[in-house]
Nanobody, 127 residues
């Protein structure tokens, strides 16, 4: 089992920044990848970024490159999502996720590849 707890969401004005945190615990030694997704009202869950756990290499959805950055602090067992130049359309519930099962894909971009999910944190960007 892996437990994930997100924090750092809130209300921010357009153009502002937020840093989301995802604290992970449990069988974290078995993690293959971690990722960030988001889901806006009435929309499907959307992939943002992922980090390959063994290499630390990262991958972003094309539309998220440049404004979003994933990072990790192994000493704190935490993964971060830095979000800059936020726009009202970034308003959503943001989720971190952990994948355990090995995949032939180097980067895990599909929600179905992740077995564990946090509870989500709301990000609201006002215009």
């Amino acid at each position: 089992q892996v437990q994930l707890v997100e924090s750092g969401g809130g209300l921010v004005q357009a153009g502002g920044s937020l840093r989301l945190s995802c604290a992970h615990s449990g069988r974290t030694f078995s993690i293959s990848a971690m990722g960030w997704f988001r889901q806006a009202p009435g929309k499907d869950r959307e992939f943002i970024t992922t980090i390959n756990w063994s290499s630390g290499n990262t991958y972003y959805a094309d539309s998220k490159k440049g404004r979003f950055t994933i990072s990790r602090d192994n000493a704190k067992n935490t993964v971060y999502l830095q979000m800059n130049s936020l726009k009202p359309e970034d308003t959503a519930v943001y989720y971190c996720a952990a994948a355990i099962a090995k995949s032939r894909d180097y980067y895990y971009t599909l929600s179905g590849q992740y077995e564990y999910w946090g509870q989500g944190t709301q990000v609201t960007v006002s215009s």
